[in-house]
Nanobody
């Protein structure tokens, strides 16, 4: 059974920083990509950052230049360094792992961690 455990969320003032972590455990066949999503109240879940197993990164325009996604492949862990935080970054942040298996792709989700940015 695969489990994703997120940590690092909390309350921070605008302009501050937080670092989110997401550790994947269990039998994951082959990780293709790791991602961070977020969902603010009343809004749809949106992709914040994406990193492939080869290290290629992609960011949402709203966070580009402020957020950095990285991984520790040996630990099956993905990080999201968030700098210059804004109140509009307030949301529940979810990590996601995309894995490929002999029978197809599988996606796993964490339980979410709350990030609140005060003005």
């Amino acid at each position: 059974q695969v489990q994703l455990v997120e940590s690092g969320g909390g309350l921070v003032q605008a302009g501050g920083s937080l670092r989110l972590s997401c550790a994947a455990s269990g039998s994951i066949y082959s990780i293709v990509a790791m991602q961070w999503y977020r969902q603010a109240p009343g809004k749809q879940r949106e992709l914040v950052a994406h990193i492939t197993s080869g290290g290629t990164t992609t960011y949402a325009g709203s966070v580009k230049g402020r957020f950095t996604i990285s991984t520790d492949n040996a630990k099956n862990t993905v990080y999201l360094q968030m700098n210059s935080l804004k109140p509009e970054d307030t949301a529940v942040y979810y990590c996601s792992v995309l894995s490929t298996t002999p029978v197809g792709s599988v996606g796993y989700w964490g339980q979410g961690t709350q990030v609140t940015v005060s003005s």
